[in-house]
C-alpha cells in the first residue's frame, strides 16, 4: 500500500521542474517525470492527478517560500528605505532562480500554462504589493518617507520594479540590471528635480 | 492611365485604418481595402503592393505626426519639468486616439502584425527615449533636474511611462491614468524620501 510522504511529493515536484525548465510544461508528460523521479506512474498519480495540479503546485512551493522571506523581511526592525532596497533584491533572486516563474510572469507560451499559472501569479503579486504597501506605511510613520499616497505609490514601484527585473531576465533591457535598480531607487528616493535645499534656505 | 495622388493615398490608408481597427489587419483582406476606399483593386495596388506594406505605411503615418509634435515640445522655450509632462500628455492622447498603435506596442495577436510593427515601433521607441534624454539633458543645463545618468533615467522613465499607459489603456491597471500619472509626476521629480532641508539647516 502508498502512502503519501511529503519526500515524496518533494521528489516528484523536482523532477517536474527539471523537465519543465527543460521541455517547458507542455512538452512534459506525467510518464516522464515519474521517469525522472524514479517511480511508478501509479504513484505520481497519487499525489497529483494532473499535470496543471502538479504544476500549479511547483509554482505555490515557490512562491510560498518568498512569501515567507518577504514577511521576514517586512517585519524586522531596519528602516524602510533599506527594506525597500532588499525587498528589490529578494524579488531579484527569486525570479533568477526560478525561470519558471519568470516564465508565468510573461505568460511564456512555451514555459508556462499561463491559465494555472494565473491564481498563482495573483497571490504572489499581491504578496509583493503589500510587502511594498506595509514598507511605505511604515516609512510615513517614522518619517523617513514623506507623506505620500501609499496605495498608488506601491503599485508604481511594483510596476516599475517587476518591469525592470523582466526586461533584465529576459534579455531585453538597455542596461545591466544592477544600473538600472541603482537609477530606481535614486530616482524614486531623490526624485529628479534639483532641490537646492541649502542654498534656497540661507 | 492612374496617377499616384496623395489624396488617393490619405484615402486607402483610412479605409484601410478603418477595417484594420475593426477586424484586426489579419481578418482584413486588400479587396475589402479597395471596397472601403471605393477603388478598384488594381488602383489599391498601385499604391500599396501588399497588405503588410499598407498596415506598415499606416503605423508610420501615425508616429510621423507624433515625431513632429514630440520635436516642436522638445525644441519650444518652458522648463523641462513641464515638458516632461506635456510628453507624456502627448504620448498618452497618440495612444488613445489610436487604438492600432497600442495593438503594435502590447503585440496583440489579433489587432497587429508584430513582425511589420517592428520597425515602426523600434523608431518610435528612439524618439521617445530621444525626446525624454533631450528634456533631462536640458533640466541638468538649466538647473531644474539635479546631476543625473540621463541615459539610464530616461530608459526608466520610458519603462514606466509605457508601462502605465499600456496598462490603463487595456483596463488592466489599478488606478485610473490620472492618477497614476499624478502620482509618478509627484515621485519622479520629489522622490520619496522625506528631506526636511529647512529643519536640518537650521
Same mark, same amino acid.
Given at each position: #500500500?502508498?502512502?503519501?510522504?511529503?519526500?515524496?511529493?518533494?521528489?516528484?515536484?523536482?523532477?517536474?521542474?527539471?523537465?519543465?525548465?527543460?521541455?517547458?510544461?507542455?512538452?512534459?508528460?506525467?510518464?516522464?517525470?515519474?521517469?525522472?523521479?524514479?517511480?511508478?506512474?501509479?504513484?505520481?498519480?497519487?499525489?497529483?492527478?494532473?499535470?496543471?495540479?502538479?504544476?500549479?503546485?511547483?509554482?505555490?512551493?515557490?512562491?510560498?517560500?518568498?512569501?515567507?522571506?518577504?514577511? #521576514?523581511?517586512?517585519?524586522?526592525?531596519?528602516?524602510?528605505?533599506?527594506?525597500?532596497?532588499?525587498?528589490?533584491?529578494?524579488?531579484?533572486?527569486?525570479?533568477?532562480?526560478?525561470?519558471?516563474?519568470?516564465?508565468?510572469?510573461?505568460?511564456?507560451?512555451?514555459?508556462?500554462?499561463?491559465?494555472?499559472?494565473?491564481?498563482?501569479?495573483?497571490?504572489?503579486?499581491?504578496?509583493?504589493?503589500?510587502?511594498?504597501?506595509?514598507?511605505?506605511?511604515?516609512?510615513?510613520?517614522?518619517?523617513?518617507?514623506?507623506?505620500?499616497?501609499?496605495?498608488?505609490?506601491?503599485?508604481?514601484?511594483?510596476?516599475?520594479?517587476?518591469?525592470?527585473?523582466?526586461?533584465?531576465?529576459?534579455?531585453?533591457?538597455?542596461?545591466?540590471?544592477?544600473?538600472?535598480?541603482?537609477? #530606481?531607487?535614486?530616482?524614486?528616493?531623490?526624485?529628479?528635480?534639483?532641490?537646492?535645499?541649502?542654498?534656497?534656505?540661507?
Amino acid at each position: #500500500m502508498h502512502t503519501i510522504r511529503p519526500a515524496t511529493r518533494n521528489k516528484i515536484l523536482s523532477a517536474a521542474e527539471a523537465q519543465f525548465r527543460r521541455f517547458g510544461p507542455k512538452k512534459t508528460s506525467m510518464e516522464e517525470i515519474a521517469e525522472k523521479a524514479g517511480l511508478s506512474r501509479a504513484t505520481l498519480y497519487l499525489h497529483f492527478s494532473s499535470k496543471p495540479e502538479l504544476y500549479e503546485a511547483l509554482l505555490r512551493r515557490v512562491t510560498e517560500n518568498f512569501i515567507q522571506e518577504t514577511e #521576514m523581511l517586512v517585519s524586522d526592525s531596519r528602516p524602510a528605505p533599506v527594506k525597500f532596497r532588499q525587498l528589490v533584491e529578494l524579488t531579484l533572486s527569486t525570479f533568477s532562480a526560478n525561470p519558471l516563474l519568470l516564465a508565468a510572469l510573461t505568460e511564456d507560451q512555451n514555459f508556462s500554462l499561463t491559465r494555472y499559472a494565473e491564481p498563482v501569479m495573483n497571490d504572489y503579486r499581491e504578496q509583493i504589493l503589500g510587502a511594498i504597501r506595509h514598507i511605505l506605511q511604515q516609512g510615513v510613520e517614522e518619517q523617513s518617507v514623506r507623506k505620500i499616497d501609499v496605495e498608488v505609490t506601491a503599485y508604481l514601484l511594483y510596476e516599475l520594479g517587476t518591469r525592470l527585473l523582466v526586461k533584465a531576465l529576459n534579455g531585453s533591457s538597455d542596461f545591466p540590471l544592477k544600473t538600472t535598480l541603482d537609477a #530606481m531607487d535614486s530616482i524614486v528616493a531623490m526624485g529628479i528635480i534639483d532641490q537646492k535645499p541649502r542654498e534656497e534656505s540661507l
